[in-house]
């Protein structure tokens, strides 16, 4: 399995920014009234923030006790570290593009008139967005860490046994 790459992130990012900036700017000069950034896109990328990060944490302190041998140490088993790896990578990628996204449009709302409170609750609804999507793909890259094989164990016979037990 790949490893995110940080620049593939920041591209995506910044395409999906400028692609909502002039979209946002093309629709508004046609006269058109801008879509509304809903409440709860923070607050989703918010929870998929909380969810990935909590399952990190949990998987760095059962690989932990099992790498000291404490007692009843459960072993982790490598198909679901898999599993919360690729739920890790498309949830950054995803969020990737939606903070840019959201990021593009709260750029134009911001650039534009921010006397209006409407397009001022605007601005920062995606500017929360942003900053949410942000920690998505920072609790996604340590998640990734967290799984990763130590060198030379990605070929091990019985893969499917628990991560970081000997072989």
Do not use: H, K
């Not at 879509?35 to 932990?64: D, E, H, K, N, Q």
């Not at 198909?79 to 949830?91: E, H, K, N, P, T």
Request: proline share 5%.
């Amino acid at each position: 399995m790949n490893q995110l790459r940080i620049a593939t992130l920041a591209g995506l990012f910044a395409a999906a920014t400028a692609l909502a900036w002039a979209g946002a700017g093309l629709w508004d000069s046609l006269g058109n009234t801008l879509p509304a950034v809903p409440l709860l896109a923070p607050v989703i990328l918010g929870l998929i923030a909380a969810t990935l990060l909590a399952t990190a944490l949990s998987l760095r302190a059962r690989l932990r006790a099992q790498r000291e041998r404490r007692p009843g140490a459960r072993p982790v088993d490598r198909l679901m570290a898999a599993r919360a790896v690729v739920f890790g990578q498309a949830s950054a990628l995803v969020s990737a593009l939606m903070a840019g996204g959201y990021g593009g449009f709260g750029l134009y709302l911001a650039m534009e008139r921010l006397d209006v409170p409407n397009r001022r609750d605007q601005a920062l609804y995606a500017g929360l967005a942003v900053l949410a999507g942000f920690a998505v793909v920072a609790a996604a890259l340590l998640l990734e860490r967290v799984c990763r094989l130590p060198d030379g164990d990605e070929n091990d016979e019985g893969g499917n046994g628990p991560v970081g037990s000997p072989v």
